[in-house]
């Protein structure tokens, strides 16, 4: 009979072991996975801010030190609130800074009067101050800016009707939590961390007097104090801010598009350091070659800045340490998860860009290379004259020789990706093929031959080499099945192909020009489908922003179990998707997504106008980060080249219009410093007047998506020129107001029938028969992290999973202790699901097949007789890279030589021994019925959570856990064998048990 725990019980059982847990050592480091926010988790949101007067607006808020306003390129910074409540940030030097207004024998804090009305735009902030204690017709402004030449914010305060003597007093103070984490950045500290340490006297208090109706004030940093400056010392710094903010311009029907011009600038802005593009402008303010910040120069028309930038990193490409160490040059010290830092390795060698700018001499653990001469190749599209394509071609022909001997050592076109995209820590190839890298270079290599035909170099090379990796990417990374680009093609084993693609496979091919439209068209419905879709939504007003709009922001991926940026609600993955959208000829849902990413941080976040790096609907981090280099970076592109569709390709002579509008504008125009243009509908008839100023002028193209299809235009290269455009209006329906979200959990034949496995139903059967197979075990389960799986390894320089089998780069240390003492208690190990298996209570107690050499690929397990199912115990690893792909398989054979087949799939019956799945119904999904999880140190069999702690991340099982699956068999058929095999590569699956049902 079947004896089923209560629910009762087992939360008070899953408690108890999340307890045990919290008090182990977790499973790695999860700096990037611990939060501050899992308060927040689906909790209600609002519209915290709305434009108005051109301003992100909100009324008496209370999001404090969110917002910062950057000045200068140091990294000194005014964090400012939603009431006029400020800190200043030094790495050595934090104070809090609060005002306080004296009228009518009264003193109120300005933090806390009645009414507050506070605006931002473009790296200023303002303030409008009511309460009932100055009378019903007086108020007081603020204004607030930090100047770009010295570490110092200036205020501007103005009253009105305030007929009194009133007084300002100024205190500063240090801040309650001097060490802060990520620079003191959003959700990285305590909500109160700026605020005045309570127990620490003020650095500075004193009063200043109205000069009529104002005060304006500075602050000295170094002096920790602040001083009366003249109104032309403020307007002298406002004007600065507003030349740099009015740098590109937009106007559409929409205001929340229209406050994205100088937000952007400043966001930028706060990423330049003087010299080059940062990785971000507070947490990770740091230098770095690649990822996305590099595009800024261009996109932004910081043509100075550009060149600042990659000339820095051009002086830091490695040109006199030649490859003499052969692969694979893995690091021991890091159980070989990653290369060995040392020079004269095939990474660390010439053409290898290094850490710094303008130097040479110092390794870094990316492929910088990839992301910094994509945006090089992006300047070109914009800089195409001969002497800027001389200047660089040296370093490209060394680049492209780096790329090839590291990651494309087999010369079969495809390329191996050694993290080199933002979603790069826990990402991990192993030697394969991979979709993203190898996009990335058949694009370099495409323009290299284009670059070689202008200045006169031999193409020939590049362009057979890119004739090969396109032909190679088609044939072995297409996904003719599901019509699209697959993630990686496994090296190793039975290179296998993982179909399973997170977005960055899908954007980088469409981003880099490769596969036909037609292609790119449908690998964007890949995304539509599989790609979880996550509701962007508000209680209580919208200020417009979502009453018309079903919006929907995306994850990165479907991946189990979870880490660090393997399955996360990235902005700028979203940015980059929306990018793609709109380049592969969907440009309703590119604004769609576009316009969701930007409601959900901008306006409904807790920082107004944020390029945060991390979404409010992340599962494991929560809103993260503020004006991260990444994001501002794609965020550009996705609005400049996607939305309003400026894409230069002076490589060939043309510059491209082709806006994603939605169809319901009638017109609409854009300013920036290298093209600007107006549009205009007359009827069917789209106007556009164009003006160019770039270094060569190119042949326009006017390209407009139309009830009819695509409408095209050709132009001249004047620089001034009105180009019409006919174009009938979309209907309605092709809009995406009208969209809904098509995601569905579509399942292969192969993971509806493992889901249908992990449903375990044993009151069909009278007669049960366990296997006894302590003849076929070879080893104990307690030993799965213990080995060292040496081989097969690729023979090339790679990431790949640690010698100990679990863990990644990131975590190269990383094990996890099993304990079976439940398993050992008993000859036969009596489940609480009505159903027992016969165990061995000393020796060894599973029967282990992996890829590895370390076990036999397959285990043969003799039957006789007819069944209707057989019930498995099983244990064993896996990991996200091996995600939604049959890790092994059970065959059932019969005697008369037929056989069923059951492919065990994460997450639907096979999940990793040390912890559990993490399961929300958003980026992490199971649409299955969740398997039963069997402890074997406890014992306890239960389809309830069991690490039920807040982590997303590493949620740990005391211990370890098998699983239970039911395989039917033909009961007509006499039954010969039940052999376990492994498919997948890292992994090591173990059979811990077999009973027979009939």
């Known amino acids: 009979m079947n004896t089923y725990i209560r629910r009762p019980l087992v939360a008070i059982i899953s408690i108890i072991i999340c307890l045990n847990a919290l008090s182990q050592s977790r499973i790695g480091d999860f700096i990037e996975s611990r939060s501050l926010n899992t308060d927040k988790r689906n909790a209600a949101r609002y519209v915290n801010y709305w434009p108005e007067d051109d301003a992100f607006t909100t009324e008496n808020g209370t999001n404090r030190y969110t917002r910062a306003l950057y000045g200068g390129f140091s990294e000194f910074r005014l964090e400012t609130s939603d009431r006029p409540v400020f800190a200043t940030y030094k790495k050595q030097d934090k104070r809090n800074i609060a005002f306080l207004i004296t009228y009518n024998e009264a003193q109120l804090n300005l933090a806390d009067?009645?009414?507050?009305?506070?605006?931002?735009?473009?790296?200023?902030?303002?303030?409008?101050?009511?309460?009932?204690?100055?009378?019903?017709?007086?108020?007081?402004?603020?204004?607030?800016?930090?100047?770009?030449?010295?570490?110092?914010?200036?205020?501007?305060?103005?009253?009105?009707?305030?007929?009194?003597?009133?007084?300002?007093?100024?205190?500063?103070?240090?801040?309650?939590?001097?060490?802060?984490?990520?620079?003191?950045?959003?959700?990285?500290?305590?909500?109160?961390?700026?605020?005045?340490?309570?127990?620490?006297?003020?650095?500075f208090c004193a009063d200043f007097h109205f000069d009529g109706d104002d005060i304006y004030l500075a602050y000295d940093a170094d002096a920790k104090r602040l001083s009366e400056v003249s109104r032309e010392v403020f307007d002298a710094v406002e004007r600065e801010r507003t030349t740099l903010a009015s740098r590109i311009q937009f106007s559409t029907p929409e205001a929340w598009v229209n406050l994205l011009d100088d937000n952007l600038i400043a966001a930028a802005d706060g990423n330049w350091d003087g010299d080059t593009w940062l990785h971000g402008a507070i947490g990770w303010r740091m230098q770095l070659a690649g990822w996305r910040a590099g595009y800024l120069g261009d996109v932004l028309g910081w043509t100075d800045r550009a060149q600042s930038h990659f000339n820095a990193y051009a002086e830091s490409q490695v040109t006199d340490v030649e490859p003499t160490i052969p692969h694979p040059a893995q690091d021991t010290a890091m159980n070989l998860a990653r290369a060995q830092k040392k020079w004269g390795t095939q990474m660390y060698s010439n053409?290898?860009?290094?850490?710094?700018?303008?130097?040479?001499?110092?390794?870094?653990?990316?492929?910088?290379?990839?992301?910094?001469?994509?945006?090089?190749?992006?300047?070109?599209?914009?800089?195409?004259?001969p002497d800027t394509l001389r200047r660089y071609w040296p370093l490209l022909v060394r680049h492209l020789a780096w790329e090839k001997r590291n990651f494309d050592p087999d010369d079969d076109g495809l390329y191996d990706a050694y993290c080199c995209i933002w979603a790069s820590d826990a990402l991990y190839y192993s030697g394969g093929a991979v979709t993203h890298s190898t996009a990335y270079n058949l694009r370099a290599l495409r323009l290299a031959a284009r670059i070689a035909e202008i200045i006169g170099e031999d193409a020939t090379y590049?362009?057979?080499?890119?004739?090969?990796?396109?032909?190679?990417?088609?044939?072995?990374?297409?996904?003719?099945?599901?019509?699209?680009?697959?993630?990686y093609r496994d090296a190793l084993g039975l290179q296998r192909t993982h179909t399973d693609a997170a977005i960055w496979s899908i954007y980088t091919p469409i981003n880099c020009g490769v596969g036909t439209e037609?292609?790119?068209?449908?690998?964007?419905?890949?995304?539509d489908r599989?790609?979880?879709?996550?509701?962007?939504?508000?209680?209580?007003?919208?200020?417009?922003?979502?009453?018309?709009?079903?919006?929907?922001?995306?994850?990165?991926?479907?991946?189990?179990?979870?880490?660090?940026?393997?399955?996360?609600?990235?902005?700028?993955?979203?940015?980059n998707m929306a990018l793609a959208y709109f380049e592969a000829n969907?440009?309703?849902?590119?604004?769609?997504?576009?316009?969701?990413?930007?409601?959900?941080?901008?306006?409904?976040?807790?920082?107004?106008?944020?390029?945060?790096?991390?979404?409010?609907?992340?599962?494991?981090?929560?809103?993260?980060?503020?004006?991260?280099?990444?994001?501002?970076?794609?965020?550009?592109?996705?609005?400049i080249n996607g939305l309003w569709g400026i894409i230069p390709q002076a490589l060939y002579g043309k510059l491209l219009i082709k806006p994603g509008f939605p169809a319901e504008w009638d017109s609409a125009s854009i300013r920036t410093p290298y093209v600007s243009y107006d549009f205009h509908r007359e009827g069917d008839t789209c106007i556009f007047n164009i003006t160019q100023n770039l270094p060569q002028q190119l042949t326009v193209t006017v390209s407009m998506l139309s009830a009819d299809g695509m409408a095209t235009q050709l132009g001249t290269d004047a620089k001034q020129q009105t180009i019409k455009l006919y174009s009938p209006r979309r209907n309605a329906e092709h809009t995406y107001y009208a969209r809904t979200p098509s995601t569905i959990d579509i399942l292969t034949p192969d993971e509806q029938k493992a889901a249908a496995?992990?449903?375990?139903?044993?009151?069909?059967?009278?007669?049960?028969?366990?296997?006894?197979?302590?003849?076929?075990?070879?080893?104990?389960?307690?030993?799965?992290?213990?080995?060292?799986?040496?081989?097969?390894?690729?023979?090339?320089?790679?990431?790949?999973?640690?010698?100990?089998?679990?863990?990644?780069?990131?975590?190269?240390?990383?094990?996890?202790?099993?304990?079976?003492?439940?398993?050992?208690?008993?000859?036969?190990?009596?489940?609480?699901?009505?159903?027992?298996?016969?165990?061995?209570?000393?020796?060894?107690?599973?029967?282990?097949?992996?890829l590895w050499d370390n076990f036999p690929s397959s285990i043969t397990i003799p039957a006789k007789g007819k069944f209707g199912a057989a019930y498995i115990f099983m244990a064993g690893s896996t990991n996200h890279m091996q995600f939604r792909m049959a890790n092994a398989q059970i065959v059932a054979t019969y005697t008369d030589g037929t056989a069923d087949t059951l492919a065990l799939i994460p997450p639907y019956n096979y999940a990793p021994i040390e912890q559990d799945y993490y399961i929300d119904g958003k980026a992490f999904r199971l649409v299955s019925k969740k398997q039963y999880r069997v402890c074997i140190q406890t014992g306890v069999t239960t389809q309830e959570p069991i690490a039920d702690c807040p982590d997303v991340y590493g949620r740990p099982i005391p211990g370890g856990a098998g699983q239970i699956v039911e395989m039917l068999l033909d009961a007509r058929k006499a039954l010969k064998s039940i052999r376990l095999e492994a498919l997948a590569n890292d992994v090591v699956v173990g059979v811990l048990g077999i009973t027979l049902a009939r």
Not at 361 to 384: I, K, T
Not at 518 to 527: G, M, S
Not at 626 to 634: P, T
Not at 784 to 802: A, D, M, V
Request: charged content about 20%.
């Open 586 to 639: 969907r440009p309703d849902e590119g604004f769609r997504l576009l316009k969701a990413n930007i409601i959900d941080n901008m306006y409904m976040g807790a920082s107004p106008a944020n390029f945060g790096q991390i979404s409010f609907y992340d599962a494991a981090r929560g809103e993260c980060y503020r004006d991260f280099g990444d994001v501002v970076g794609v965020g550009a592109r996705a609005i």
């Open 351 to 385: 053409g290898y860009i290094c850490r710094y700018p303008h130097r040479h001499d110092n390794m870094h653990h990316y492929d910088m290379n990839l992301n910094f001469v994509d945006e090089l190749l992006w300047h070109f599209q914009y800089d195409a004259t």
């Open 462 to 487: 590049y362009a057979a080499e890119a004739q090969k990796t396109a032909a190679a990417l088609d044939k072995y990374l297409w996904d003719s099945d599901g019509q699209h680009w697959a993630e």
């Open 757 to 850: 496995s992990a449903i375990i139903n044993t009151n069909k059967y009278k007669k049960f028969q366990q296997l006894d197979l302590r003849s076929i075990y070879n080893d104990s389960v307690t030993n799965i992290f213990k080995h060292k799986y040496l081989s097969p390894r690729p023979q090339s320089t790679t990431l790949q999973i640690p010698v100990q089998g679990i863990g990644e780069w990131c975590h190269p240390q990383l094990t996890a202790e099993i304990s079976d003492s439940a398993m050992r208690a008993k000859d036969v190990f009596a489940t609480n699901i009505g159903i027992g298996f016969k165990v061995a209570r000393t020796g060894n107690n599973v029967a282990f097949c992996s």
């Open 518 to 527: 037609a292609q790119q068209f449908e690998a964007t419905k890949y995304v």
């Open 113 to 203: 009067v009645d009414l507050c009305r506070s605006q931002y735009s473009g790296g200023k902030r303002t303030y409008k101050l009511s309460h009932k204690a100055w009378g019903d017709d007086a108020y007081v402004c603020i204004e607030t800016l930090v100047a770009y030449d010295a570490e110092r914010p200036l205020w501007h305060f103005h009253k009105y009707n305030m007929h009194a003597d009133a007084a300002l007093t100024s205190v500063v103070k240090p801040i309650k939590k001097p060490k802060l984490n990520r620079s003191g950045d959003l959700g990285q500290n305590p909500v109160d961390a700026y605020d005045a340490h309570p127990d620490s006297a003020a650095n």
């Open 530 to 575: 599989n790609i979880p879709h996550i509701p962007v939504v508000c209680v209580g007003e919208a200020h417009g922003l979502l009453s018309r709009d079903t919006l929907y922001t995306i994850s990165t991926s479907d991946w189990m179990p979870y880490s660090w940026s393997i399955n996360n609600v990235a902005c700028a993955e979203v940015y």
